[in-house]
C-alpha cells in the first residue's frame, strides 16, 4: 500500500509539471495581452504584468470590423451546424434503418470520403461554387459571374454534409432496437414521422455531440474561407486573426484577439465537455 | 429489416448525398482532370497529358516540399501517438486531478490553428518571445526558431504535436477503457509487474485505436499546410514549404490550376498507398494478437 501511495504521487508530480508545460502558452498568451509593449519587448521578463492593461483588448479590435466578423463566424456556424444535423441525422437514419436500392453502393462510396483531406479539395471546390448557375452573376450554364464565391452560401455548402457525420449518424441509430421500427410500422407511422417523433428525440447526446464537433470545425476553419472569401465584409474571425498581423506587429493586441477568438470555444467546452469527449470517441472508436 | 423503403430511403439520404457528391467525391474527380490539363482559371484548359507530372519531378521546389512533408510526417506521428498512449495510460489510473489534466491536455487540440500559430509566433520571436528567454535563462544560445533554416521545420513539428497529443490521448482512453478490467485482476492474482501487463494486455488489446490513430494522424500530417501558410509562408529559403503549401500556392497565387492538381494527386496517391499500408499492416497486427 506504501509502494503505490508513493507512485501514485510521482505520477500525479510527472502530470502537473506536464500539463504545466502543455497549458503554459495560454497562460502567457493572457498575461501577455494584459502588458504593454514595453513590458513584452524588455529585457527582463515578468511574468505578471505591472498594471493590468485591459484597455488591449478594444484596442486591438479598433481598426477593423471585427464585430462584423464575428456576427459572420457565428452565423456561418450556427447555419453549418444546424443544416448538416438536419441531412446528416436523416442520411444516417437512412443508410441504417431503411433498405432501399443501392443502399450499401452508396455507403462504400461515403465511407471513401473520411480518407479525403479537406485541403486536398479545395481547387476543385473553388472551381465548383464560382460555376453553380444563376448565382453571384452567373448565367444558366454557371459562366459570367462569381458564382456563391464571396458569400454566406459559399462559405457553408461545402459543409453542410460531411462523410463522417453520416458515418457517426449511421452507427448510432444501428444501436437503436428492431423492435422499435415493428411496434411503429404497425401503429401506420410512416418512415418520416418514425424519424422526426421517435429517432430524433432519443438522439439527443448525438446531436450534441455532432453538433459540437460540426461548430468547432466551422468556428476553427481557416483554409476553406481563406479561398472562398474576398471581400472584408464576408470575412471570419479566423481570416481576420491571420489578417492581424500583417496590419499590426504588437504582440499584446495580437494576443488579445487570439484569446478572444479562442474564447467562445472554451467556454462551450467546458459547458458541454460531456458530449465533446464522446463525439470524438463515437467517431475514434468506430473508425 | 423486413420493409422496402425505395423512395423514402433514397428521399432522406439526397440532400446529404448531393452535397457529398458535388463538394466531396466530384472534386476529387476534377482534382484528377485538371492533373492533366493546363488551366489558369480563366481561359479554356487545354489537355496537355502527363507534362504536369513530368513536371513535379524535375521541380526543385516540389521536391524540396515531398522532403518536407515527409519529414514533418514523421516527425510528428509517432511521438503524437506515443504521447497520447503514455498520458492516456496515465489519466486512466485513480489520479486525483484526473479531469483537469484531460481539459489541460486537451485545450491546444481544441482551438484553432489560426490561434495556435499566432501565439506560437510569439512564443517562437527571437526578440520578445518567450522561448528564447527561457533559453537565454538556463544558460543556452537564443535562437532564431521560425528564421533559421536548420530549426524552422523542427519548430513546426514541435508546435504540431503539442496540438495533436490531446487527440490521441482522448481516442486512447476511450480505447482503454473498453478493456475488460477482469485481464487486470486475473494479471494481479499471478503476480505479473505493472509494465508487463502493459505490454502483454494493454498494447494487444488497444491494437485496434493505435491503427486507427496512425491511420488518422498520417492522413493529417501529410496534409499540413496552415500553419506553415500562416506562421513561415514556406520559409526560410524554402526550408518549411510543404505539399499542401506549394499547392495552394500554384493554384491561388501563380493560378496554374492544372500544375497544382497534380500535386493534388500525388498526395492522394500518397494517402492512399500509407491508408492501405496501414490497413494492410494493422490487420496483420491483429491476427496475431
Known amino acids: ?287 | 429489416m423486413k420493409y422496402k423503403h425505395n423512395i423514402s430511403g433514397h428521399l432522406m439520404i439526397l440532400p446529404c448525398y448531393v452535397i457529398y457528391l458535388f463538394f466531396v467525391l466530384l472534386p476529387v474527380l476534377m482534382t484528377v482532370w485538371f492533373s492533366f490539363r493546363d488551366y489558369d482559371l480563366f481561359t479554356q484548359s487545354n489537355f496537355v497529358g502527363i507534362d504536369n507530372f513530368t513536371r513535379l519531378f524535375t521541380d526543385p521546389l516540389f521536391l524540396v516540399s515531398v522532403k518536407n512533408t515527409f519529414i514533418y510526417a514523421l516527425g510528428t506521428i509517432i511521438p503524437q501517438i506515443l504521447l497520447g498512449l503514455l498520458l492516456a495510460v496515465l489519466l486512466n489510473t485513480n489520479i486525483p486531478g484526473r479531469g483537469f489534466f484531460r481539459l489541460a491536455f486537451y485545450i491546444p487540440y481544441l482551438v484553432s490553428m489560426v490561434s495556435v500559430a499566432m501565439l506560437w509566433l510569439w512564443i517562437y520571436d527571437p526578440a520578445s518571445g518567450v522561448l528564447n528567454r527561457f533559453v537565454k535563462f538556463i544558460g543556452l544560445p537564443p535562437q532564431r526558431w521560425l528564421f533559421d533554416m536548420k530549426l524552422a521545420l523542427s519548430s513546426l513539428m514541435v508546435m504540431g504535436v503539442w496540438k495533436m497529443s490531446g487527440y490521441n490521448m482522448i481516442i486512447y482512453l476511450a480505447g482503454l477503457q473498453q478493456i475488460p478490467p477482469q485481464l487486470y485482476e486475473a494479471a494481479d492474482i499471478d503476480g505479473i509487474s505493472g509494465f508487463r501487463k502493459f505490454l502483454h494486455i494493454t498494447i494487444p488489446l488497444i491494437q485496434p485505436t493505435t491503427f486507427f490513430l496512425v491511420v488518422i494522424n498520417t492522413i493529417q500530417s501529410f496534409a499540413v499546410f496552415e500553419q506553415v501558410n500562416i506562421m513561415t509562408d514556406g520559409g526560410p529559403s524554402n526550408a518549411t514549404t510543404t505539399i499542401v503549401h506549394q499547392m495552394y500556392e500554384r493554384g491561388f497565387v501563380d493560378f496554374q490550376m492544372g500544375y497544382a492538381s497534380s500535386m493534388g494527386v500525388f498526395l492522394l496517391l500518397i494517402t492512399i498507398l500509407l491508408t492501405v499500408f496501414n490497413f494492410k499492416y494493422g490487420r496483420e497486427g491483429q491476427d496475431l494478437s
Do not use: H
Not at chain 1, 438522439?203 to 468547432?216: A, E, F, Q, Y
Open chain 1, 1 to 287: 500500500m506504501q509502494k503505490k501511495s508513493a507512485s501514485t504521487y510521482i505520477l500525479f508530480i510527472i502530470l502537473l509539471l506536464a500539463s504545466i508545460v502543455v497549458v503554459m502558452p495560454f497562460v502567457l498568451m493572457i498575461t501577455a495581452s494584459l502588458k504593454t509593449s514595453a513590458e513584452i519587448n524588455a529585457s527582463v521578463f515578468k511574468f505578471f504584468p505591472a498594471k493590468m492593461q485591459f484597455s488591449n483588448y478594444p484596442k486591438a479590435f479598433a481598426n477593423s470590423p471585427w464585430g462584423r466578423w464575428f456576427a459572420n463566424t457565428i452565423f456561418v456556424t450556427v447555419l453549418a451546424t444546424v443544416v448538416s444535423l438536419v441531412t446528416n441525422s436523416m442520411a444516417g437514419f437512412s443508410f441504417a434503418r431503411l433498405q432501399f436500392k443501392g443502399r450499401d453502393l452508396l455507403f462504400y462510396s461515403v465511407l471513401l470520403g473520411i480518407m479525403v483531406p479537406p485541403q486536398l479539395t479545395i481547387l476543385p471546390t473553388f472551381l465548383i461554387m464560382r460555376g453553380i448557375p444563376l448565382t453571384g452573376g452567373n448565367n444558366l450554364w454557371g459562366q459570367g459571374g462569381t458564382g456563391l464565391i464571396d458569400s454566406y452560401l459559399g462559405l457553408t455548402l461545402p459543409i453542410f454534409a460531411g462523410a463522417f457525420g453520416i458515418f457517426l449518424c449511421r452507427q448510432y441509430f444501428l444501436n437503436f432496437p428492431d423492435s422499435l421500427d415493428d411496434a411503429a410500422e404497425i401503429d401506420g407511422a410512416g418512415v418520416w414521422k418514425r424519424f422526426w417523433a421517435i429517432y430524433v428525440p432519443n438522439s439527443k447526446p448525438l446531436l450534441l455531440s455532432l453538433g459540437i464537433l460540426k461548430g468547432t470545425y466551422t468556428w476553427n476553419d481557416y483554409i476553406w474561407p481563406l479561398v472562398v472569401v474576398y471581400s472584408e465584409k464576408m470575412m471570419t474571425v479566423q481570416l481576420g486573426l491571420s489578417r492581424f498581423r500583417d496590419v499590426i506587429i504588437n504582440w499584446e493586441l495580437l494576443m488579445a484577439a487570439t484569446a478572444t477568438v479562442m474564447l467562445p470555444l472554451v467556454i462551450l467546452f467546458i459547458l458541454s465537455q460531456r458530449y465533446f469527449v464522446s463525439g470524438l470517441v463515437t467517431s475514434g472508436m468506430k473508425g
